[in-house]
């Protein structure tokens, strides 16, 4: 039965009628709301609950027209979907946002303001609904809406992320195309399992399919902000943009230079200084903490902000990660690069490897901060614990460099992902079980802390050893050589 609220209606041209009607379907599924309706008109395939809000809730013809979906109020409707984590009354991002089909013949001929992506993706109508498996699409209940319109520094490392998608399939690239070769803006792949591959106009090479996104990092951004609301919906539109965190750059710098051409900039006078010298540079005392390098590598990407840059907007919203290494003298790596530790409930649950965890911090932009030996000097440090000034091996920055994984090593890593996988569905948990870093196979689990009896959830009941992604520090130096 349709309540009153709902016959009421709402204006079709303003985003903000749209916005305030879709209140009503918070807390709420289309089930709930509709009765039976929403049964009798179920729609099939990945975004048949999308098509469902449109037609049954909104009221709206579907069509196939590449304009956004409230075309008179420039306001496009996605519905994106939320799993709950173990702790309950939280959630996190489950996927990216898909915005539209690439078609690899026509966007080389396509500017980004004349793009359906920017009609799609410009001002959207976000709905956040719980993802439950094995669930009828309209059982699934929604939990938050955001009207969300990109800022205008947004908009700007977009349109950059675009032409970066574009020059590679002008380069005849397409089938080299990563995530990870832009900030917000991806090229995720699409498709089943098996599906023909894709003719690009510059190359004899096939490509997969592709469609433009926003990463993960960045919804995750958007869910942040709604989530520490402390309430259900959340507007950023009509200037009111989003900007609690800290700015690496400026909208006006990047109407000059690439983002990563900025980051870049800030080391070059940097560089072959060791840790002293680039402390006295930047106006900090020296000290003696196993993050120093990490900090004083925040300090100059940041320019002297934050020795925290994740919590940065732009690295929130890319999902860029930043790693510092430190060379021996013979150039290889002083250690291994770990990252998070194993969700063995996140691996179980994702059947997808395009899907998993571990593909989005695999495809993610690395920012490499490498410090080599200086020459053999030592440096004078004060331990802040002891009150001591300590010696040390004295390193000096090297180079630095964004990079993205090829796509031959994502094939690699996909076995990796694989592997753990059946170890974990199979409940054999061990370090001997996983891929070792004598394997030689650019990839390796193990704990990350000192403490290798640290426990974790085993999803099997009882508890199991926590381990953690790494890459082998033979790997590392591949990729610095390189």
């Excluded at 509709?34 to 999308?50: C, R």
């Excluded at 702790?87 to 004349?114: A, H």
């Excluded at 929604?142 to 002008?170: C, H, S």
Aim: aromatic share 12%; charged share 25%; hydrophobic share 35%.
């Amino acid at each position: 039965m349709v309540s009153k609220n709902l016959k009421e209606g709402y204006d079709k041209t303003n985003p903000l009628s749209i916005y305030e009607y879709s209140k009503y379907l918070i807390g709420e599924s289309l089930h709930s709301l509709l009765g039976d309706n929403a049964i009798i008109n179920k729609k099939k395939g990945k975004g048949g609950l999308g098509q469902m809000v449109e037609e049954l809730y909104f009221q709206y013809a579907l069509n196939s027209n590449q304009e956004a979906d409230f075309k008179d109020a420039n306001l496009e409707l996605k519905c994106t979907p939320l799993l709950e984590t173990k702790e309950s009354g939280k959630y996190r991002i489950k996927e990216r946002l898909v915005c539209t089909m690439i078609d690899y013949f026509k966007l080389p001929k396509t500017s980004f303001e004349e793009s359906h992506l920017l009609s799609k993706c410009r001002l959207m109508l976000l709905l956040f609904y719980l993802h439950v498996s094995g669930q009828e699409i309209y059982d699934l209940k929604f939990i938050f809406r955001v009207l969300w319109e990109l800022p205008e520094k947004d908009l700007i490392i977009i349109k950059n992320d675009y032409d970066t998608i574009v020059e590679k399939v002008k380069n005849g690239e397409a089938h080299l195309i990563s995530e990870g070769d832009t900030l917000f803006l991806g090229a995720c792949r699409k498709g089943q399992k098996g599906d023909a591959l894709q003719a690009q106009p510059y190359s004899d090479y096939k490509a997969n399919k592709r469609a433009f996104s926003l990463k993960p990092a960045y919804m995750r951004y958007i869910l942040n902000h709604v989530v520490e609301s402390g309430k259900t919906y959340y507007c950023n539109y009509s200037g009111d943009s989003a900007h609690s965190n800290f700015e690496l750059v400026k909208a006006e710098d990047l109407e000059k230079s690439s983002f990563e051409e900025i980051i870049r900039s800030r080391f070059t006078r940097f560089i072959g200084k060791n840790y002293n010298q680039v402390c006295k540079l930047l106006g900090v005392e020296p000290y003696q903490a196993k993050s120093k390098y990490a900090d004083i590598a925040a300090l100059i990407a940041s320019d002297g902000k934050s020795k925290r840059i994740a919590s940065s907007d732009e690295f929130l919203k890319s999902g860029i990660i930043m790693k510092t290494i430190r060379l021996n003298q013979n150039g290889m790596p002083k250690e291994s690069m770990s990252f998070k530790n194993i969700d063995y409930s996140e691996i179980i649950s994702n059947e997808s490897w395009i899907d998993s965890e571990l593909y989005e911090i695999f495809t993610s932009r690395f920012l490499f901060v490498v410090f080599k030996p200086d020459s053999g000097n030592s440096i004078e440090v004060f331990n802040r614990k002891t009150g001591h000034t300590e010696i040390e091996q004295s390193y000096a920055l090297d180079k630095v460099l964004f990079w993205t994984m090829p796509q031959d090593d994502l094939k690699v890593a996909q076995n990796y992902w694989k592997d753990i996988r059946n170890k974990v569905l199979n409940n054999n948990i061990s370090k001997d079980a996983f891929w070792k870093l004598s394997d030689r196979n650019m990839f390796h689990v193990r704990p990350k802390a000192t403490n290798s009896l640290q426990l974790a959830e085993n999803p099997h009941g009882g508890k199991c050893p926590k381990f953690c992604y790494w890459f082998n520090a033979e790997y590392i130096k591949r990729i610095i050589n390189d």
